[in-house]
C-alpha cells in the first residue's frame, strides 16, 4: 500500500517536473534597454504578451553589444533556450554563426536578411504607416516646411521619410520636408539640438526616427504639432501629437511561436520565412496612441482641407487617411504609397508607372524622393 | 605590560602585501554586493557558483574570459607604460579605433597577397594608434597642451571619423545600406583556438609586447629615463633627459599597443569596421583600471587584464543566466572598485602590536 | 533668414545647452583648484537627473526636484572627497567608479520612470523689458531658464570669492602647494573636502537641469558624456570661473551649429567640430604664451600627506 503511495506521488511529481520541462523556452537578446521606450521597449512588450498568450516561458538579455551576440547565445541555449530572438541588424551575422552551431535550437533574426535551415527572418516595417502621417502633415503645416530628424542614413529610415514625404507631396506639392541626421538611436540632446535647428529654419510639423520623445516634447514647447514614433507617445503632448506609428511585435512573436509549438515552424524550414509584416498583417498601426488614430483635436483641421485624387475623387484629408488606411489593411492591399510614378529629387524615375516596389528595392531604397531637402549621405 | 596598536607607515608595500589587499578589496566587494542579489531574488550563493562555474569552471567560460581580457592586456601593458612616465593617457579608446581604421584600410583596399596580410594590419595599425598617441605628446611639450584634454578630445575625433567612414566612403556594398564595411577576406582573418572565440595570435602578441615593454623599462637607457621622467620632473631635467624624446617614445609604444588592440577586434571578432561604440565597449578606459591595478607594471597589467576579463564575463552571465537588469553590471564594477580603492589604505599602513611599559616610551615589538 | 535672426538663435541655443555645462564646470574649477580631480561627474549628473525627475514627478515640485540633485550630488562626491583625501586613493580612479556606479544605479533605480512626460516641468522665464532691448533682447533676455541666469550669477560670485578673497587665496594654496599651506596652519583636508563637495553639488545641479528644464523626462544614459565634456571644459578654461562661461557658451553653439549646418558639411565631421576645435584653441593658446604657465595647480591630482614632502 505504501508503495503504491509512494509511486503514485513519484509519478505526479516527475509528471509535473516532465510538464515543466516540456515548456518551451524561449530567448530575446535586445540591443539597448527595454527602458528606452523605443525598438527595445516595444520588443519586450511584444516577448510579455506572447508569454501570456501562449504559456511559455521566456528570457531576455538587454544592451547587448553587437559583436557579443554569439556570447549571449551561448549562455541561453546553455540555459535551455530552445527558441531565439535576435532583435537587431548588427546581431546577423552572430546569430547565422550560431545557428551553424546549434543546428537544434531555432533563430530568429529581426531585420536581416540572411537564413538558414533553422534561422528565420522578421520584421515589421512603417514605411505605409509614414505615409498616412505625410498626409497629416502635408495639410497641417502653413509654411510648407515640414521637420524630420532621423538617426542613420540607412534605407531603412531613408524609405521612412521618402514614404512621409509621398505622402506630404500628395496634399501639398510644394511642401518641403528638411532633415537632420544626429546619428544615434537615441540621444535626447542631440534630438533637442536637431529639432531646435528644424524650428530655426521654419518648420512648424515634425517627424522623426529617435527613441525618445524628445522631438515631440521640443516641438510642442513652440506649439507646433508632430507625430509620435514607435511607442505611444500621445501622453508626452496631448495637445500636439497627431498621430504616430506603433508596432506590434506581438503579432509576429505570437505566430510564428504557435507554429514552433504545432510543429508547423522546425529546425529544418525555416530559410525562406521572412516576416514582412505592414499594416494588413496588424503588426504596424497608425495612432497616436493605441485605438487613437488621429488626434481628435486636430480633426476638425484635416476634415478643412481637401485634395483631388485620381482614384477616390475630392476628398477631405481626414476621409482620405480613412481610406488610404482601409486599402492597405484589408489583405488584398490595393494601395502603396511608391505606386508609380515616382521620381527621386534628382529627376530620376524610379518607378515607372502602373508599378510597384518590389520588396528588394525597398529594402534597399538609398535615393530620396522629390521634395526632400537636406543632408542624404549615400545618395545615388 | 600593555599591548597596544600603533599605525605605522610604510612607503613602500610588497608584492605580496599589494596582491593580498587587492584580493581583500575583491572580497569585501563581492559580500557588499549580496544584499543587490537578495533585492532581485537570487540566492548570492547561486550566483556566485553560476558565475564561477560558467567563466574559469569550464574551458568555453574560461575562453570567453581571455576573450575579453586581449585588448585589455595590451591596452593595459601600453597605458602602464604611460602611467610610468605621468603621462595620463585618456586616450586608448580613440588609439584603439585608429588601429581598427588601419587594419579595416589594408585588409580591404590594398592587394598584398595571403600571408603577408596580416602582418601588414598589425604594422599599420601599431603605426595607426602610435601616430594618433604621439601627437598629444609633442602637443604637451611643444605647446603645453594638458595630455588629459587632448587624448580626451582626440578619443571623440576618432569615433566620428570612423562613423564618416563607415556611413560614407568605406560603407560596404553587401551590407544593404546599412553602416559597415564589407567583410574582411579569409586572409584577413586571424585563425580561433578550435571551439572557442579566442583570436590567439592577438593574445600571443599581448603577452610577447608586456615581455617587451618591461624589458625596455628596466634594462634599457629608454627605460631608465622614461622612470626618472615619471618619479620627479626636476630630476630628469638635471639629468639631461631629452622630454621630448622620451614622451614621444612613450606615447609611441601606448599608443601602438592600443592600435594593436584594434586590430585584433577587427581581424579577430568583427571581420569589418562597424560603429564605433560596438568595437571599443570602453575598453580603453577600461584599461586606465587595469594599468593602475597592476601598479604601473607591464607583466601584472596581464593578470590584473584577466581579472577583468572575469569581471566582463561574469557581467554576461548576470545578465543573461541569473536574469538581473543590464545595469547591474555598472553597479558590480563600481563597488568592486570602490573597495579596491578602499583597500589601498591598508597598503600604506601597518598595523603593529606593541609591547609597552607605561612610563617608558614604547619600543617597537613584533 | 537674416543674421539677427541666426545670431539669436545660435546664442539662444549656446545658453540653453551649455547651462548644464557651466555649472557642472564650475563645480569641478573648484574641485581642481583644490587639487583634487573628479572623474565622477558623469555619474553624479545621472543621478541627480533621476532624483529631480523622480522628486519633481511625485511632488511636483521642480525645484524640489533640483534640490534632491543637488543633495545626491553631495552625497557622491563625499564619498569621493572621502576616498581620496582621507583614503588617499589614486583620484582618477576613484572618479572613474563613481562615474560607473552612478550610471549603473541611475539606471537600476530609473526602471520604471521611463516614458513618462513628467508633470511638473521648470518653466523658462522672459524678462520684461529688458527682453525688448532690439538684438541684445530676444537673444538673452527672451525665453530662458532660471538655471541659467542662476548660473551666470554664480561663475561671477565664484570668480570673484577665488580671485578677490581670503578663501579663494587659501583654496589655491592648497592646491598648488599643500605642505606650504598646510604649514601656514590650513587644514587642506577640509578644504578639499568642501571643494570637491561642491563641485558635486553643481555637478548634482547639472544633472538635474537635463531631466527637469532642457528635456523635462527621465530615460538612461540621459547625461550623454556631457561629464566627459566638463572635464575638458574644466581645462580649456584654465580653471577660472569666467573662462568656463565662455567655454561652456562655446560649446553649446558648436553643438547646436553641428545640426544647423549640416546642409552644407557631412554630419559626421560636423560633430568632432566641437573636439577638434578644443584642441586647436589650446595649441594656439599654447603657441601665445609659450613662456607664461598659466597651467594646472601643481598639486592636482596627488594627495596630500603630511610630513611626505
Request: with cysteine; charged share 15%; hydrophobic share 50%.
Amino acid at each position: 500500500m505504501k508503495a503504491l503511495r509512494w509511486t503514485l506521488v513519484a509519478l505526479a511529481v516527475f509528471g509535473v517536473v516532465g510538464l515543466a520541462q516540456a515548456k518551451l523556452k524561449v530567448g530575446f537578446i535586445y540591443v539597448g534597454p527595454i527602458g528606452d521606450y523605443g525598438w527595445t521597449h516595444a520588443h519586450n512588450e511584444g516577448r510579455l504578451i506572447a508569454e501570456k498568450t501562449l504559456g511559455i516561458e521566456t528570457v531576455y538579455v538587454e544592451s547587448v553589444p553587437e559583436g557579443e551576440v554569439e556570447t549571449y547565445i551561448d549562455l541561453l541555449v546553455r540555459q535551455g533556450c530552445r527558441v531565439i530572438f535576435t532583435t537587431s541588424f548588427g546581431f546577423m551575422d552572430g546569430t547565422l554563426a550560431a545557428a551553424k552551431r546549434y543546428p537544434n535550437v531555432i533563430f530568429a533574426h529581426c531585420s536581416g536578411f540572411k537564413r538558414a535551415p533553422n534561422m528565420m527572418s522578421y520584421m515589421a516595417d512603417f514605411y505605409q504607416v509614414y505615409y498616412l502621417n505625410g498626409l497629416m502633415a502635408g495639410a497641417l503645416t502653413k509654411t510648407g516646411k515640414i521637420g524630420y530628424v532621423g538617426a542613420f542614413p540607412i534605407p531603412e529610415v531613408k524609405r521612412h521619410i521618402n514614404a512621409f514625404t509621398l505622402g506630404v507631396r500628395a496634399i501639398n506639392p510644394r511642401a518641403t520636408v528638411h532633415v537632420r541626421w544626429i546619428y544615434e538611436w537615441y540621444s535626447p540632446p542631440a534630438a533637442k539640438e536637431a529639432t531646435e535647428a528644424l524650428i530655426a529654419e521654419g518648420c512648424d510639423v515634425f517627424a522623426f526616427t529617435e527613441d525618445s520623445p524628445t522631438v515631440i516634447t521640443v516641438a510642442a514647447a513652440k506649439g507646433f504639432p508632430s507625430f509620435g514614433h514607435y511607442s505611444p507617445m500621445y501622453d508626452f503632448a496631448p495637445a500636439y501629437v497627431v498621430s504616430g506609428q506603433l508596432v506590434h511585435w506581438d503579432k509576429i512573436y505570437v505566430e510564428f511561436l504557435k507554429g514552433v509549438l504545432e510543429g508547423k515552424y522546425t529546425t529544418k524550414n525555416l530559410a525562406h520565412i521572412d516576416y514582412w509584416w505592414l499594416l494588413s498583417q496588424e503588426a504596424v498601426e497608425l495612432g497616436a496612441k493605441r485605438g487613437m488614430v488621429i488626434n481628435p483635436r486636430h480633426e476638425a483641421a484635416l476634415k478643412a482641407v481637401k485634395v483631388k485624387t485620381p482614384d477616390l475623387g475630392e476628398i477631405s484629408v481626414y476621409d482620405l487617411v480613412y481610406a488610404r488606411l482601409a486599402q492597405m489593411g484589408a489583405p488584398g492591399v490595393s494601395f502603396d504609397p511608391f505606386q508609380g510614378p515616382v521620381k527621386d529629387r534628382k529627376g530620376v524615375l524610379r518607378v515607372p508607372e502602373g508599378f510597384w516596389l518590389s520588396y528588394d528595392a525597398l529594402i534597399t531604397m538609398e535615393w530620396a524622393v522629390g521634395g526632400v531637402v537636406g543632408p542624404w549621405p549615400g545618395e545615388p | 605590560m600593555s599591548w597596544r596598536l600603533r599605525l605605522e607607515r610604510s612607503v613602500t608595500p610588497s608584492r605580496t602585501t599589494v596582491l593580498l589587499v587587492s584580493l581583500l578589496g575583491v572580497v569585501a566587494a563581492l559580500v557588499f554586493a549580496v544584499p543587490v542579489f537578495w533585492a532581485y531574488k537570487v540566492s548570492p550563493w547561486t550566483a556566485y557558483t553560476t558565475i564561477a562555474q560558467r567563466s574559469f569552471g569550464s574551458w568555453a567560460g574560461f575562453m570567453e574570459v581571455l576573450r575579453r581580457a586581449i585588448p585589455l592586456m595590451l591596452c593595459g601593458v601600453g597605458l602602464a607604460l604611460a602611467f610610468r612616465a605621468r603621462f595620463w593617457n585618456i586616450g586608448a579608446e580613440g588609439q584603439l579605433l585608429a588601429g581598427a581604421v588601419a587594419a579595416t584600410g589594408v585588409a580591404l583596399f590594398t592587394k598584398i597577397p595571403a600571408p603577408w596580410l596580416l602582418p601588414a594590419m598589425f604594422g599599420a595599425g601599431f603605426l595607426a594608434g602610435a601616430l594618433w598617441g604621439a601627437v598629444p605628446a609633442v602637443l604637451r611639450l611643444k605647446l603645453g597642451v594638458n595630455e588629459v584634454i587632448s587624448t580626451l578630445m582626440l578619443n571623440y575625433v576618432m569615433i566620428y571619423i570612423v562613423e564618416w567612414l563607415v556611413h560614407g566612403p568605406w560603407k560596404g556594398k553587401t551590407m544593404r545600406g546599412f553602416a559597415y564595411t564589407d567583410f574582411f577576406p579569409a586572409a584577413a582573418q586571424l585563425p580561433l583556438i578550435p571551439g572557442s572565440r579566442v583570436h590567439w595570435p592577438t593574445l600571443v602578441i599581448a603577452v610577447a609586447a608586456a615581455l617587451v615593454v618591461a624589458l625596455v623599462l628596466s634594462r634599457t637607457r629608454l627605460g631608465y629615463e622614461i622612470r626618472v621622467v615619471g618619479q620627479s620632473t626636476d630630476a630628469a631635467r638635471y639629468a639631461g633627459i631629452d622630454f621630448l624624446k622620451v614622451m614621444v617614445a612613450v606615447m609611441v609604444l601606448s599608443g601602438g599597443l592600443a592600435g594593436l588592440a584594434g586590430v585584433g577586434e577587427m581581424a579577430g571578432v568583427h571581420y569589418r569596421l562597424r560603429s564605433p561604440t560596438h568595437i571599443s565597449m570602453g575598453y580603453g578606459y577600461t584599461a586606465i583600471i587595469v594599468a593602475w591595478l597592476a601598479r604601473g607594471s607591464p607583466l601584472a597589467a596581464l593578470f590584473t587584464a584577466l581579472l577583468f576579463g572575469l569581471i566582463f564575463a561574469a557581467g554576461d552571465i548576470m545578465k543573461a543566466s541569473l536574469q538581473l537588469p543590464a545595469q547591474i553590471v555598472g553597479v558590480f564594477n563600481g563597488l568592486i572598485l570602490f573597495f579596491i580603492i578602499g583597500s589601498e589604505l591598508l597598503l600604506y599602513w601597518r598595523i603593529k602590536w606593541e609591547r609597552g611599559w607605561t612610563g617608558k616610551p614604547g619600543s617597537s615589538g613584533s | 533668414m537674416d543674421w539677427q535672426t541666426w545670431l539669436i538663435g545660435i546664442v539662444g541655443r549656446a545658453l540653453a545647452y551649455g547651462t548644464p555645462l557651466l555649472w557642472a564646470t564650475l563645480g569641478e574649477v573648484y574641485a581642481e583648484r583644490a587639487g583634487v580631480v573628479n572623474l565622477g561627474i558623469e555619474g553624479m549628473m545621472a543621478m541627480g537627473a533621476l532624483m529631480a525627475f523622480a522628486t519633481a514627478q511625485t511632488t511636483g515640485d521642480p525645484w524640489l526636484g533640483l534640490l534632491a540633485a543637488l543633495a545626491v550630488g553631495g552625497v557622491l562626491a563625499l564619498l569621493h572627497a572621502f576616498l581620496t583625501v582621507t583614503l588617499r586613493a589614486n583620484q582618477y580612479v576613484s572618479g572613474l567608479s563613481l562615474t560607473l556606479l552612478g550610471l549603473g544605479l541611475s539606471g537600476l533605480l530609473g526602471r520604471g520612470w521611463e516614458g513618462i512626460a513628467l508633470r511638473a516641468p521648470l518653466p523658462n522665464v522672459t524678462i520684461p523689458g529688458l527682453a525688448s532691448i532690439p538684438l541684445l533682447g530676444p537673444m538673452l533676455f527672451q525665453d530662458e531658464s532660471i538655471l541659467t541666469y542662476l548660473g551666470l550669477l554664480l561663475a561671477v560670485v565664484l570668480w570673484i570669492v577665488l580671485w578677490r578673497t581670503r578663501w579663494g587665496i587659501v583654496i589655491r594654496a592648497v592646491g598648488e602647494a599643500p605642505g606650504a599651506a598646510d604649514a601656514v596652519g590650513i587644514n587642506v583636508a577640509l578644504v578639499r573636502y568642501l571643494c570637491v563637495v561642491l563641485g558635486g553639488l553643481l555637478a548634482g545641479v547639472a544633472g538635474g537641469y537635463l531631466s527637469v528644464v532642457y528635456r523635462p523626462a527621465w530615460t538612461e544614459g540621459m547625461s550623454a558624456g556631457m561629464g566627459w565634456v566638463v572635464i575638458a571644459l574644466t581645462i580649456f578654461a584654465s580653471w577660472d570661473p569666467l573662462q568656463a562661461v565662455g567655454g561652456a557658451l562655446l560649446f553649446g553653439a558648436l553643438y547646436h551649429l553641428s545640426f544647423r549646418l549640416q546642409q552644407w558639411v557631412a554630419p559626421e565631421l560636423l560633430k568632432l567640430m566641437p573636439y577638434a576645435f578644443a584642441i586647436v584653441v589650446l595649441a594656439f593658446v599654447g603657441l601665445g604664451k609659450a613662456q607664461r604657465r598659466r597651467g594646472a595647480p601643481a598639486g592636482l591630482g596627488l594627495p596630500y600627506v603630511r610630513g611626505e614632502r
